[in-house]
Nanobody, 114 residues
Framework: QVQVVESGGGLVQPGGSLRLSCTAS????????MSWYRQAPGKEREKVAG????????NYADAVKGRFTISRDNGKNTVYLQMNNLKPEDTAVYYC???????WGQGTQVTVSS
């Protein structure tokens, strides 16, 4: 059974940084591309960033390019999202997605506010 757990969210001031972590289990972690999505109140869930199985290929939404970095450590079954220069519009619940199985985590709240 695939399990996905996100952590690292919280309240941060504009311009600040957070690092989200997503640990997955129940499958061979290195076999699946991984993605981060987010959903703000009243809005649809949107893809923020994706990373290939061994991390050689990444992609980002235009809104976060140059500020967010996705990475993975296959030895720790974990994918990260480093978020810098955060803006109030980044406020959302952030979800981790396992592409191979279509599995989601429970989400972690990120709030950017002064």
């Amino acid at each position: 059974q695939v399990q996905v757990v996100e952590s690292g969210g919280g309240l941060v001031q504009p311009g600040g940084s957070l690092r989200l972590s997503c640990t997955a289990s129940g499958f061979t972690f290195s076999s699946s591309a991984m993605s981060w999505y987010r959903q703000a109140p009243g809005k649809e869930r949107e893809k923020v960033a994706g990373i290939s199985t061994i991390g050689g290929i990444t992609n980002y939404a235009d809104a976060v390019k140059g500020r967010f970095t996705i990475s993975r450590d296959n030895g720790k079954n974990t994918v990260y999202l480093q978020m810098n220069n955060l803006k109030p519009e980044d406020t959302a619940v952030y979800y981790c997605f396992v592409l191979r199985f279509g599995s989601w985590g429970q989400g972690t709240q990120v709030t950017v506010s002064s």
